[in-house]
């Protein structure tokens, strides 16, 4: 079983920036795929980002690109988002999650369904 904990959100203008944590309570350098997903009020979670095991690959939202930048340090077990000049509508709460694979997959990155386990969530509020 893998527990995965979410740290770093908050509240922040427009333009400024977070840096989201998600610390695994196992080494999953070896074969897990990590992403993080978003859910806004009312809305579907979708993904954001993820990054194959060895941190090679990384795949971002069309939304996300240039702003965000996924990535994972796996001495330390930890995956983050550094997220610069947000928007409004980047406001959700943010999930971390982690499946058995070496590589992602750039087709099926962000499909929920597929990755086994998830945070709790970290809130993100952007305000204009």
């Known amino acids: 079983q893998v527990q995965l904990v979410e740290s770093g959100g908050g509240s922040v203008q427009a333009g400024g920036s977070l840096r989201l944590s998600c610390t695994a309570s196992v080494y999953t350098a070896s074969n897990y795929c990590m992403g993080w997903f978003r859910q806004a009020p009312g809305k579907e979670r979708e993904g954001v980002a993820a990054?194959?095991?060895?941190?090679?690959?990384?795949y971002y939202a069309d939304s996300v690109k240039g702003r965000f930048t996924i990535s994972r340090d796996n001495r330390k077990n930890t995956l983050y988002l550094q997220m610069n000049n947000l928007k409004p509508e980047d406001t959700a709460i943010y999930y971390c999650?982690?499946?058995?694979?070496?590589?992602?997959?750039?087709?099926?990155?962000?499909?929920?369904?597929?990755?086994?386990?998830w945070g709790q969530g970290t809130q993100v509020t952007v305000s204009s």
């Open positions: 999650a982690a499946k058995v694979a070496y590589d992602c997959d750039s087709g099926s990155w962000g499909r929920k369904y597929e990755y086994t386990y």
């Open positions: 990054i194959s095991s060895g941190g090679a690959y990384t």
